[in-house]
């Protein structure tokens, strides 16, 4: 078991990797009485189209179907998983992103009995067809609600303006017409495939012996059988610089307009530290620009074009990221012409000054630092950076090391308007 120390934080993790190629990382936190453990698979909604295990042509599957293999990974032919964590006094939940699915508990008791529950429930598929139709109404209702969830729909429509073949404009959870498409053989071609030891990660923090726990999982994953593991094939399309759409407008019913001003990063295809550092670049570049002690920030708000749902944000994982910009507004036309100024001004004349990179560089520490202290943050984060081959607890030291030359770099990966979109939802009865 490897013993990695992070003496600026006051650290410790344990990592091994198991002989059927699982990783296990370990993170015992002092003073917590709780316990977190997530069980997660590279794999996600935007792995439609790959090589299926054991076979040697690419194949495209219903989209949806990481979602819908999500939801009946908890259905066994002895009944609902999420009644024994209940009974074992634990809180069970899992996600589907565009590129993992996780599954994971909390607890104060019964650690072992339940990360036994949550290792053996994830690698012991049963999926039939007729469970498979039951579960079909339940996810187009889901599906449904999220239709008519505004701020969603601002959201993900943004995201669709954007991109126009990069699998990440399809939503997770599919439509109701995809996901009628889907049968168990495809949930266990999938399953076969992308939830190998391999390519899955165990993280466990908390309240909890490192050697104990290590010992326990090497000890499950060595009493079960599993195939070799094999390379995954995945195939993406070719996405263009440009937006997809320049500008969407929905009518949705909602009192308020909704903007969302996005940004496709056209530097993507990094991982590592480069990817970490522009991605912390980029961070530090928005919070520069649009932050709360931002001129734009100040102006806008009193010129009332923002509210309390004023929001940014970038995204980044491997091959794909984008900003956003967005509130609700009862003046859209008027907060688009302010952050394309905005823009514009600082790609004609960079007045980003020392003392605002430092001032910007302190607050994302202390937010970071503050960030440690949640158990539930710190489990969600590491897997997502060490899916990308980052590591979360290098944050600071990178940070630390940001130069203008980084945040100028970062702005050209930003900045081009010809890869920008708009999005707004207007007051109205139906969809335009």
């Given at each position: 078991?490897e013993?990695?120390t992070?003496d600026?934080?006051q650290e410790?993790l ?5 002989d059927n190629?699982?990783n296990?990382y370990?993170?015992?936190?002092r003073?917590?009485?709780?316990t977190?453990v997530t069980?997660?698979t590279k794999y996600?909604s ?7 295990r ?6 495209t599957?219903?989209?949806?179907i ?7 990974m908890?259905?066994k032919?002895?009944g609902?998983v999420f009644q024994?964590?209940g009974?074992l006094?634990?809180s069970a ?7 993992r699915?996780?599954y994971?508990f909390?607890t104060?008791?019964?650690?072992y ?7 053996d429930f994830?690698q012991?598929?049963y999926f039939t067809e007729?469970?498979v139709?039951k579960e079909?109404?339940?996810i187009a209702?889901?599906?449904t609600m999220y239709?008519?969830?505004p ?9 669709q303006?954007?991109?126009?073949e990069?699998p990440i404009?399809?939503?997770i959870a599919?439509t109701v017409?995809?996901?009628?498409e889907i049968?168990?053989?495809?949930l266990?071609?999938c399953?076969e ?6 390519n899955?990660?165990?993280f ?6 490192p050697?104990?726990?290590m010992?326990?999982i ?5 009493s ?5 593991p094999e390379?995954?094939?995945r195939?993406y ?7 997809n759409r320049?500008k969407?407008v929905?009518?949705m019913?909602v ?10 990063c ?11 550092r522009?991605d912390l670049?980029v ?9 709360r ?14 509210d309390?749902?004023?929001h ?16 609700d507004?009862?003046k859209p036309v008027?907060l688009?012409?302010?952050v394309?100024?905005a823009?514009?001004s600082?790609?004609?004349?960079w007045?980003?000054s020392d003392d605002?990179?430092?001032r910007?560089?302190?607050r994302r520490i ?5 960030s440690?202290?949640s158990?539930e943050?710190?489990s969600?984060?590491?897997t ?5 081959d980052?590591n ?7 940070l630390e090391?940001?130069e203008?030359g980084h945040?100028q ?5 930003i900045?081009?308007e010809?890869?920008h979109?708009v999005?707004t939802i207007?007051p109205?009865?139906?969809e335009g």
């Open positions: 078991m013993k990695i992070f600026n934080l410790t344990f990592h091994e990797k198991l190629g699982l296990v370990i993170l015992p936190k003073g917590f009485s709780k977190y069980f997660t996600g935007i792995d439609r189209t790959f090589i299926p054991g076979k040697n042509e690419f194949v599957v219903p989209d949806g990481a979602h819908f293999l999500e939801h009946k908890f259905d032919k002895e609902d024994k964590f009974v006094g634990a939940n899992a996600f589907t992103s565009f590129t699915t996780s994971l909390s104060t008791e019964n650690l009995e339940n990360t036994k529950v949550l290792l994830v012991e598929p007729e469970k139709e079909k109404g339940i209702q889901e599906i239709d008519d969830n701020d969603w729909r601002n959201y993900f429509g943004t995201i303006s954007l991109y126009k990069y404009n399809i939503d599919g017409d995809t996901i009628q049968t168990a053989e495809h266990y071609e399953y495939t992308f939830y190998h030891p391999s899955m990660t165990v466990v923090i908390g309240a909890v012996d050697e104990e726990m010992n326990f090497r000890k499950d994953q060595n079960k059988e599993f195939s070799e390379e995954i094939k195939k399309p070719e996405e263009p610089e440009e937006a320049k969407t929905l009518e019913d009192l308020r307009p909704k903007f969302n001003y996005g940004m496709k056209n530097r993507a295809s990094v991982a590592g530290d480069e990817m970490l522009q670049a961070n530090l570049l928005l919070d520069i620009l649009f932050g002690t931002s001129e734009f920030y100040t102006k806008a708000y009193n010129d009332h074009l923002i309390e749902t004023y940014y944000e970038f995204i980044s994982e491997k091959d794909y990221g984008f900003a956003m910009v967005e509130s507004t009862e008027e688009e012409a302010a394309r100024s823009l514009k600082l790609a004609e004349n007045t980003i605002d990179l430092n910007a560089r302190k202390g937010q970071f630092m503050r440690l202290n158990i943050f710190i969600n984060q590491f997502q950076y060490n899916f990308n980052m979360l607890f290098d944050v600071v030291p990178t090391k940001i203008m945040l770099e970062a702005f050209k990966t900045s081009n010809a890869s979109t999005m207007v109205g009865t139906k």
